[in-house]
C-alpha cells in the first residue's frame, strides 16, 4: 500500500486520515474575496465538509457531493449513500453509492468504478467509519452495529483491491468503537480504538501494539504523520490532551477548565508544526506545545468555529461569519468577514487560496 493518498492536499475530513487538520501549504488572506457561489442544496441539507481535488474543489454534505472548478463555478453533483464518507485518491473520487457499492468517478464525472465490491458491507446495518483510497487498493473500517437476529456489533477493517470481493486481509473484534478510526500516513499504521487503542499495519494487517487510553474518558482524538496520537477528553473529571506515541507511551499532558466544552461532535486536536496541537474550545483557540500553553485567543461569541494548522506555523480559524488568520505566535495577521456563518472548516490550496462554506454559499478567499 502507498502514500499517495497521504500525497494529496485536504483530500478527506480534517485534512488526511490522521484527522489531524495539518495543511502542509501557507494561507494567503490579506482580505479578498475571491468568489461566493451558491451552493443550491436541498431544503434543510446543510454542508459537511470542503475538500480538495487537485484543482477542483468539493463540497460534502449528507447524502451528496459537487465538485467546483477553481473560480467557484460548479460543474456536477452526485448522490451517495447517507452520511457515508467520500475520499479522493489519484484521479478519482470514491463513494459508497445508495446500493451499498463502491463507486469512483473521475473529473469528467465518468464512472471509472462502477458498483465495485465492498467487503464486509451488506446493507444499512454496516456503516463505514472510514474509507481510505490509494491507487490500487483501499482500506476500510466498517462498524456492523448488530443484527435483528442478535449479532453482536463488531468493528471489521480490511485491505482490498478495488472490484474485488474479497479482502487482502481483514479483522473483526467484537463490539462498538468508541473513537473514530485513524491512519497515520507517515507510519501506516491503522488505529482502531474499543476499550483499549490497537495499531495495526495497513500493509499486511499484523497488529503493531494494543494499549490503554492516557485518559479516563476520550472523546476525539488525531494523529500526526509519526503516528503520535493526541486524544482529548477527561480525566479525573478536568479536561484533557494527552499526546502518545504510536505504541502508546505518554509524551506529555495538558489540562484547562476551557475543555470542558469539548464535545465528540466537535474538531479533533488540530496538529501544526513544531509539535504543535491546537484546540478551539469555548470560543478559545488554544495553541499547545509539548504539553504548555504557548498562546491562546479568544474568538468572537457566535457561530460554530473550526481551524486548519498550516506549514509555516500559522492558523487559520473561523468564527460565525469571520475567517481569522493568526502567525506562529498568536499575532492577528488578518480578518476577512464573509456575512455569513460559516459551517465547515476552512482548507488551504497550495497557492494559498482558502475555501470554506456557509449553509447557501461557496467562498473563496484570498
Known amino acids: 500500500m502507498n502514500n499517495m493518498a497521504a500525497n494529496a492536499l485536504c483530500s478527506t475530513y480534517f485534512a488526511d486520515y490522521g484527522r489531524s487538520s495539518f495543511v502542509p501549504a501557507a494561507a494567503s488572506v490579506k482580505g479578498k474575496l475571491l468568489f461566493s457561489t451558491p451552493l443550491a442544496l436541498p431544503a434543510g441539507v446543510l454542508p459537511g465538509f470542503v475538500m480538495l481535488w487537485n484543482d477542483r474543489i468539493v463540497v460534502e454534505s449528507e447524502s451528496m457531493f459537487a465538485v467546483f472548478d477553481a473560480s467557484g463555478r460548479k460543474q456536477w453533483e452526485r ?56 491507487k490500487d ?31 487482502m486481509w481483514g479483522s473483526s473484534i467484537e463490539g462498538g468503537q468508541t473513537l473514530q478510526p485513524l491512519l497515520a500516513a507517515g507510519t501506516n499504521r491503522l488505529y482502531i480504538f474499543m476499550k483499549r487503542a490497537m495499531a495495526v499495519d495497513a500493509q499486511t494487517g499484523k497488529e503493531v501494539a494494543q494499549f490503554d487510553f492516557p485518559i479516563d ?15 482529548l477528553g477527561s480525566d479525573k473529571g478536568k479536561g484533557a490532551l494527552a499526546a502518545v506515541t504510536q505504541d502508546g507511551v505518554e509524551l506529555w499532558r495538558f489540562t484547562d477548565p476551557v475543555l470542558r466544552g469539548i464535545t465528540e461532535a466537535g474538531q479533533p486536536p488540530i496538529l501544526g508544526a513544531g509539535n504543535t496541537a ?18 491562546k485567543h479568544v474568538l468572537p461569541k457566535g457561530g460554530f468555529s473550526y481551524g486548519a494548522a498550516l ?14 488568520l493568526f502567525d506562529a505566535n498568536g499575532g492577528q495577521v488578518s480578518a476577512i468577514d464573509v456575512d455569513e456563518v460559516l459551517l465547515t472548516p476552512p482548507v488551504v490550496d497550495r497557492a494559498g487560496r482558502v475555501y470554506v462554506a456557509s449553509s447557501k454559499t461557496l467562498f473563496g478567499l484570498q
Not at 105 to 134: C, R, T, W
Open 278 to 295: 491546537f484546540l478551539i474550545a469555548g470560543g478559545t483557540i488554544l495553541a499547545v506545545r509539548e504539553g504548555n500553553l504557548a498562546w
Open 79 to 134: 448522490s451517495k449513500f447517507i452520511n457515508s464518507p467520500i475520499a479522493v485518491a489519484d484521479s478519482l473520487i470514491y463513494y459508497q453509492n445508495e446500493n451499498f457499492f463502491l463507486n469512483g468517478v473521475d473529473a469528467a464525472n465518468k464512472l471509472a468504478l462502477e458498483d465495485g465490491s465492498l467487503p464486509q458491507v451488506l446493507d444499512e446495518h454496516y456503516p463505514i467509519f472510514m474509507l481510505a483510497p490509494q
Open 217 to 231: 474518558a476520550p472523546i476525539i482524538a488525531s494523529a500526526d504523520r509519526n503516528g503520535n496520537i493526541y486524544f
Open 311 to 324: 506549514a509555516d506555523g500559522s492558523f487559520l480559524a473561523t468564527a460565525g461569519s469571520v475567517v481569522f
Open 137 to 167: 487498493d483501499f482500506v476500510a473500517v466498517v462498524q456492523f452495529i448488530g443484527g435483528e437476529d442478535g449479532s453482536p456489533p463488531s468493528a471489521r477493517f480490511y485491505r482490498a483491491q478495488y472490484g474485488d470481493p474479497l479482502d
